[in-house]
């Protein structure tokens, strides 16, 4: 595919246009001429192979200060015109094939599924239980205000007006003219409040519309091919939320913010039905109900609009009492609605009396809907998890322990540990003295364990435990919430997150299960979680992923012999160097058996627009995850050979040891990364609540796995996606072993999707830009290290090339191929800006400078999309 799909790049074109004008009209033709000339030079430099050549360079460095600024903007908002285009495409693509069989749709599946010998009952089954959890967080990756988004989904409205024949012209170009005078980049960082009705506003404006219209799909698809229905109460997918629930190393999520969460969070659901029991009261004038539906609400000429009414009075109740709260004023709980079961029992009663009365085709309107909302969003909308680092709850006990004499806690072995909060968890006293007065730290953790334990179940989604190394780490946080009055059992879940971490999970979760307390707390359900973020920071991409693989595998193994049904909960990022990447292969992907009809996933960032924020795409998405899930459930890959796990051992070790000596070991490595990426600068840019880093004077080892991918992506060297596979696989192919490794790639879909996505990420890799940075920025004792790693990046694309058998990387992916392509004329003037921006404010500080260089930094993650 050699140009783009012409309704594609009309749309470009249409947008484009629109912006140059409103530029012109700003700054003068003389600009916009110029602004033009730089896009050609970069379209011309990219074709020659030369990104970074002269003239381009030149035509740069003639722009004064101010018209830095406004070129730097100018193509950024073109990229951003340029995702919504295509986001749209995507859609538009879809309209009228959203029932086609295609092999990763839902329909596809199940007709091979049916030919594959399983009964249509056991399929029935298996979706009626499917239990996929999708987790919002709110990484700083989104780089997009909220005012922005919303004025870009207002051009997609847009978009859909035109392809209707719609005359379109002038409101595109106000809501163009609108977005270029609103600042791109926000005047302060947003709070996680902030970040939670961030969230919220993605559920209200797509997945609330998306989710009963999947579900619709979803049942009418299942019934044509097993004659059995979705039922009414099936959730096949949910959304949780860390957003005002993560506090792991950031001081600004409190108990008071965690509580304000929850509080907005059911009052938006609230608010919500309200609005969708104003239409049904508006549909359900009809006179005739069944006698259980007469007797519930006596001699009324319009039964259902009387049975919503009092429905609606508790809604407003509720909605009443929570805004109280929200203001701190004390209020009666006795009405308020707090679980589904009070709001779906009256619907189904509205809904079997509408079917005994042959109103069947009113029931399957906007009340299935409403009752399929129900569902998914509880009074909810999203159930918050708790997340913490294991530290704060052992500096808990180790000032309790200090209080009442009985030593030094974090001095105990791990045997101690067990068996100290195994008998206080057994103990009917309680533990926390009344009159003790801990420090500021540990009184915050104590706090928040107060919000949960108040907290009803339903609106609780896990307690994460960061750096979970010990069962001590996950007794301790049932200790300490038994403390707090908790009268359910929330799941506890361990976060293994480094590689060593990994390797020892089993061991941990093992000594757990042997545990006959904690056996019975879990009640056959044990959840895991599997760092990619940090596992892949501190070994490299490759040994990260197979200790992924591997603890997956031992996880399985050993609840199945204990009897326990294991939920994994995978902590991906958007990036390859997180554990990104297509959710339907990533699923398949993992060891047979792991899925078992569960799966938790974060979806993070700018992904979660990307991937939810339009309610076409959503539904698309969430086909994908629950497809996969039922696949990777009823019909899992076979075990791989021994032989192939034995090569992926060798790869890995290799891979660890070179990717390691590097970034542990060779004394320029940190002084290398921070001249060369605008590592530092990041810090400028007020992308999320949480700052960079863990410890505010760290180095690399303490920086967060996000800005650690951000900055390499910014300079298009993209180093913690690649270092380390480029030794292990030239080592695999010196040894001979290419045949292997090609049949590892064609039979063993976890190894294709390693292949697969190393080689998306090297073709997003750019050695000529990444040594245009080095040019301006790297002194010249350093540039020796960065010229050594442009070179194993050149050899991995062609290592890349070699193991495909193909002349050019994503000879199989024109789509994203294209995309890239199309791009790089923009994203290229933006990294060579960046590079003299991050020059001149590193030796004159300016705030206009700094202003330009953190729109690059937003555009360049535009035309990157999964920059984190």
């Given at each position: 595919m050699n140009s783009l799909h012409e309704d594609l790049r009309d749309d470009v074109r249409m947008l484009g246009d629109c912006l140059g004008e409103i530029i012109a009209a700003q700054r003068g033709d003389d600009f916009v001429a110029k602004i033009e000339q730089i896009r050609h030079l970069a379209k011309q430099a990219r074709a020659s192979g030369q990104p970074a050549d002269e003239e381009l360079l030149d035509a740069l460095k003639q722009l004064?200060?101010?018209?830095?600024l406004a070129v730097a903007r100018a193509f950024s908002q073109f990229l951003n015109l340029a995702n919504l285009a295509e986001e749209h495409h995507r859609v538009r693509r879809r309209s009228g094939v959203l029932d086609a069989c295609h092999s990763d749709s839902f329909c596809g599946l199940l007709g091979r599924l049916l030919q594959q010998g399983l009964s249509k009952e056991k399929?029935?089954?298996?979706?009626?239980?499917?239990?996929?959890?999708l987790v919002l967080t709110a990484h700083p990756t989104e780089v997009n205000r909220r005012t922005l988004i919303q004025k870009f989904d207002a051009m997609t409205d847009c978009l859909k007006r035109n392809d209707r024949g719609e005359s379109v012209e002038h409101r595109l170009r106000d809501l163009i003219a609108q977005a270029w005078h609103t600042n791109e980049i926000r005047t302060q960082r947003p709070t996680p409040v902030d970040e939670a009705k961030w969230g919220f506003t993605v559920i209200e404006n797509s997945l609330w519309h998306a989710v009963p219209a999947f579900l619709r799909r979803m049942d009418r698809q299942l019934f044509e091919a097993t004659g059995h229905h979705l039922p009414l109460d099936a959730a096949p997918v949910r959304f949780a939320s860390w957003m005002g629930g993560d506090r792991d190393g950031n001081p600004n999520v409190t108990a008071d913010v965690t509580e304000r969460v929850l509080l907005l969070s059911r009052w938006m659901a609230t608010d919500l039905y309200l609005k969708d029991i104003e239409q049904l009261r508006i549909e359900l004038s009809m006179g005739e109900c069944s006698d259980e539906l007469r007797?519930?609400?006596?001699?009324?000429?319009?039964?259902?609009?009387e049975l919503l009414r009092k429905l609606r009075q508790r809604f407003q109740t509720s909605q009443q009492c929570l805004q109280q709260c929200l203001r701190g004023e004390p209020v009666d709980h006795y009405d308020m609605i707090i679980t589904r079961e009070l709001v779906a029992v009256p619907l189904l009663l509205i809904d079997r009396s509408l079917r005994a009365c042959g109103m069947a085709v009113i029931a399957d309107g906007l009340l299935q809907d409403m009752l399929r909302r129900v569902a998914c969003f509880g009074m909810n909308l999203v159930r918050l998890d708790i997340r913490q680092n294991s530290d704060r709850h052992e500096q808990v006990f180790s000032e309790l322990c200090e209080y009442y004499d009985l030593g030094d806690y974090v001095s105990w072995t791990e045997a101690e540990k067990q068996a100290w909060l195994i008998s206080e968890l057994e103990n009917k006293r309680p533990l926390l003295p009344a009159h003790w007065q801990p420090s500021a730290d540990v009184a915050e953790v104590l706090e928040t364990f107060k919000v949960v334990a108040r907290e009803e179940a339903d609106a609780l989604g896990s307690y994460v435990i960061s750096m979970a190394s010990q069962p001590s780490d996950v007794l301790a946080v049932i200790l300490l919430l038994r403390e707090q009055g908790i009268t359910h059992n929330i799941p506890v879940v361990p976060l293994f997150e480094t590689l060593d971490d990994l390797d020892n999970a089993r061991h941990c979760i093992s000594?757990?299960?042997?545990?006959?307390?904690?056996?019975?707390?879990?009640?056959?359900?044990?959840?895991?979680?599997?760092?990619?973020?940090?596992?892949a920071k501190d070994a490299g991409q490759l040994a990260a992923a197979w200790g992924q693989y591997r603890a997956q595998e031992a996880l399985t193994e050993l609840c199945k012999s204990h009897d326990v049904h294991l939920k994994l909960f995978h902590g991906r990022g958007g990036t390859v160097g997180r554990g990104g990447g297509p959710s339907h292969t990533a699923i398949l992907a993992q060891p047979p058996g792991s899925v078992d009809g569960s799966l938790r996933v974060t979806e993070q960032g700018e992904m979660i627009r990307f991937k939810f924020g339009v309610p076409e795409i959503a539904e698309r998405n969430m086909e994908l995850y629950t497809s996969a899930t039922l696949e990777a459930t009823l019909n899992p890959h076979a075990q791989p050979k021994d032989e192939w796990r034995a090569l992926m051992t060798q790869l890995s070790a290799t891979g660890l040891k070179h990717y390691r000596e590097v970034v542990r070991?060779?004394?320029?490595?940190?002084?290398?990364f921070r001249a060369a990426t605008p590592e530092q600068e990041l810090a400028k840019l007020p992308l999320g609540s949480r700052p960079a880093k863990r410890k505010a004077d760290g180095g690399v080892e303490s920086l967060r796995a996000i800005p650690w991918i951000f900055a390499w992506t910014q300079i298009r060297l993209m180093l913690p996606a690649w270092l380390g596979s480029d030794n292990a696989l030239q080592d695999a192919v010196d040894k001979q072993q290419l045949p292997l490794i090609n049949e590892m790639r064609q039979q063993w879909p976890?190894?294709?999707t390693y292949i697969d996505m190393l080689e998306m990420v090297v073709a997003k890799a750019d050695e000529n830009i990444a040594a245009y940075y080095d040019k301006r920025l790297v002194s010249d004792e350093l540039m020796v290290l960065g010229a050594d790693l442009r070179?194993?990046?050149?050899?991995?694309?062609?290592?890349?090339?070699?193991?495909k058998g193909q002349d050019a990387l994503l000879v199989e992916n024109p789509v994203i191929r294209q995309?890239?392509?199309?791009?790089?004329?923009?994203?290229?003037?933006?990294?060579?800006?960046?590079?003299?921006?991050?020059?001149?404010?590193?030796?004159?500080?300016?705030?206009?400078?700094?202003?330009?260089?953190?729109?690059?930094?937003?555009?360049?993650?535009?035309?990157?999309?999964?920059?984190?």
């Open positions: 004064s200060d101010d018209e830095l399929i029935a089954e298996q979706v009626s239980q499917l239990d996929v959890e007797a519930a609400v006596g001699d009324h000429k319009e039964p259902y609009r000594q757990l299960l042997d545990i006959p307390w904690y056996k019975a707390y879990i009640d056959g359900h044990q959840e895991v979680m599997i760092g990619y973020s940090d596992s070991h060779d004394p320029q490595f940190v002084a290398y976890f190894f294709r070179c194993r990046l050149a050899h991995t694309i062609s290592l890349v090339k070699q193991i995309s890239i392509d199309v791009r790089n004329p923009y994203i290229d003037p933006l990294h060579l800006l960046q590079a003299e921006l991050l020059y001149r404010d590193r030796n004159q500080p300016d705030e206009r400078l700094e202003q330009a260089l953190m729109i690059t930094m937003a555009g360049i993650s535009a035309g990157m999309r999964n920059t984190g």
